[in-house]
């Protein structure tokens, strides 16, 4: 009997552990993946609960070892993908019905259970599926997905307080409903925790969800599943299709049941979306919701009053970190001529220190790219800039794909600030750097501003605060999340909502309430205790008889004189 008013426990970040020598963490991860390394899986659509098998299959492989094959998936068409919309629309009314404690439920369980006994599971998974290091596994795939999990909880409860005025005799009601229909989320590669937050945050709302995650990701994707399930989420609430994108996609946007769109991908792929959403406008049942992050070209702008070690370190983490396959990741790089020589030569020592390698190896700082597709665009970008004699080659650009996807982290110093790798998003280990002159640090910011169509995250390094003051002012448009005196990647749920705009996305705020709020749609409730009996109001009385007013007559005069 629901007979209280109930709010959640109070999230906090999951703490990330450190998988230093000698600690059980780093025994324990080691153990799960050799397990899940010798275990290979068969990975099917899982609609209604029910796991199907296609015709279409391809194998599974760590982009760091090619010739080890960790499974097989089966990949969804147009007919799962109708089967996977019946199922959303089956389960809805007993999804959207359920009080919102049992949803939160789920989801606050499914946090334990990623923070205890699944942790191991879903860090090997994503660094054997997506070739991330020990360090990117965890603050992705355990402590980010935890939080999203936690703190959108207690980010429902809040929207669901939120209430309106009443006035005297009336009582005043907000309900967010679900909305109509169902939500398309289509998930990336490059992180575990997006690949679960886009279909959840949806469902926590009462939504049910079409899922697509991306095929580099799905061997991720699958345990994700797994997980969820354990945590008690009901068959047909959230219903994954691997597939490649036409072939899910062209049957999701054609049901007139489409209500929202959950997008982390590249810009070109989120505007061909949009599109077809538009071109289909007039059959859907309402007006879908599209949110979506995209792409980024993200800055890093150093004043001449910069800390040059701190200025390095940051060009070091927040270009390589992950092979500079996040949609944060620095690749465009703005330093004055006066601390350029400082920041090159602890640049250069730090990047000497860099191991690359397979992810088994703990000390491996670099490992691969996702895939043949994205090692052969990266390459082109290096291989131009080689032949460029305005561009120099600082580091690296070296790579081989003959056991896995490897490319070593690139520094490019350009003379050109609007030279494309400046310009272009290239998602790889590469970096450029324009050096400037110290005087021209104003005319830098707008060329910060200007360069890139894309606006996601950007920082700038400074001791001087008129600078800081400065940067932030000119730069208020050229980054959704952005830093002072540090990398810009690293977003924290709560901590630092992500979002970007302009080509990066809608800037819908993911790790806030604000995303929350766009898989509801709000119907407002007013009850009246003693309604009206009668149509008339006052105003609708006529006049009152106004009385004559009183003239003196001759003989009133008369008595008066």
């Known amino acids: 009997m629901h007979n209280a008013i109930f709010f959640p426990p109070t999230p906090t970040n999951e703490p990330v552990r450190s998988y230093a020598p000698g600690t059980p963490e780093r025994v324990s991860l080691q153990k799960r993946l050799q397990e899940l390394k010798h275990t290979p899986v068969e990975i099917k659509p899982i609609i209604g609960g029910r796991e199907l098998a296609t015709t279409r299959t391809e194998t599974l492989h760590p982009p760091h070892e090619l010739a080890h094959t960790l499974g097989t998936v089966h990949l969804g068409g147009p007919e799962e993908a109708q089967q996977a919309i019946e199922a959303a629309l089956k389960a809805r009314q007993d999804w959207a019905r359920m009080p919102w404690t049992e949803r939160a439920a789920i989801f606050l369980k499914a946090a334990e259970l990623l923070s205890g006994p699944w942790r191991d599971t879903l860090n090997a998974a994503t660094m054997l599926g997506q070739s991330k290091n020990v ?106 299709v691997p597939g490649h994108g036409p072939d899910v996609g062209d049957t999701v946007f054609a049901s007139p049941h489409l209500a929202g769109l959950h997008f982390t991908g590249s810009t070109d792929t989120f505007r061909r979306m949009w599109r077809t959403i538009g071109q289909n406008i007039d059959r859907y049942h309402t007006y879908p919701r599209i ?90 970008y290096i291989e131009e800039a080689k032949q460029n004699p305005n561009v120099k080659v600082l580091f690296g650009g070296r790579y081989t794909d003959a056991e896995g996807y490897f490319i070593e982290p690139t520094v490019l110093e350009v003379a050109d600030p609007k030279h494309r790798t400046m310009c272009e998003e290239i998602f ?49 448009d050229a980054a959704g999340n952005f830093y002072i005196n540090d990398k810009p990647t690293g977003a924290i749920v709560a901590q630092q909502p992500f979002g970007g705009a302009r080509a990066s996305g809608t800037n819908d705020k993911a790790g806030s309430y604000l995303n929350l709020l766009r ?21 609708l009385a006529p006049d009152a008889p106004v009385e004559p007013e009183w003239q003196a007559t001759t003989a009133d005069k008369e008595k008066c004189l």
């Open 519 to 539: 898989w509801v749609s709000p119907r407002a409730i007013k009850e009246t205790f003693v309604p009206p009996r009668h149509f008339k109001y006052p105003y």
């Open 135 to 240: 360090h990117q596994a965890e603050i992705d795939a355990a402590c980010e997905l935890a939080d999203f999990f936690r703190f959108n909880v207690y980010f429902m409860a809040r929207i669901y307080q939120d209430q309106p005025l009443n006035a005297s005799g009336v009582w005043n009601r907000m309900e967010y409903r679900p909305l109509e229909g169902f939500v398309f989320a289509v998930t990336p590669f490059n992180f575990t925790s997006i690949q679960g937050n886009l279909p959840t945050a949806p469902a926590l709302m009462g939504n049910t969800v079409v899922w697509k995650p991306a095929t580099t990701a799905v061997y991720s994707a699958y345990f994700l599943y797994k997980l969820l399930e354990a945590a008690g989420l009901p068959p047909g609430v959230i219903n994954m």
């Open 428 to 476: 790889g280990p590469v970096v450029s750097v324009y050096v400037y002159p110290d005087a021209r640090f104003e005319e830098t910011l707008e060329l910060v501003n200007t360069t890139s169509p894309y606006a996601l995250t950007g920082s700038i390094f400074a001791q001087d605060r008129q600078a800081i003051l400065l940067a932030t002012e000119r730069l208020t």
């Open 291 to 380: 949110v979506g992050e995209t792409g980024g070209k993200d800055f890093i702008v150093a004043h001449a009053s910069a800390d040059p070690e701190a200025v390095a370190t940051a060009i070091v983490r927040g270009s390589f970190e992950y092979q500079g396959q996040k949609c944060s990741a620095a690749s465009r790089v703005y330093l004055p001529q006066s601390l350029w020589p400082r920041i090159r030569s602890a640049l250069l020592d730090q990047l000497s220190e860099v191991k690359m390698g397979t992810v088994e190896d703990f000390t491996n700082f670099i490992n691969a790219v996702i895939d043949k597709k994205a090692f052969d665009k990266i390459v082109s």
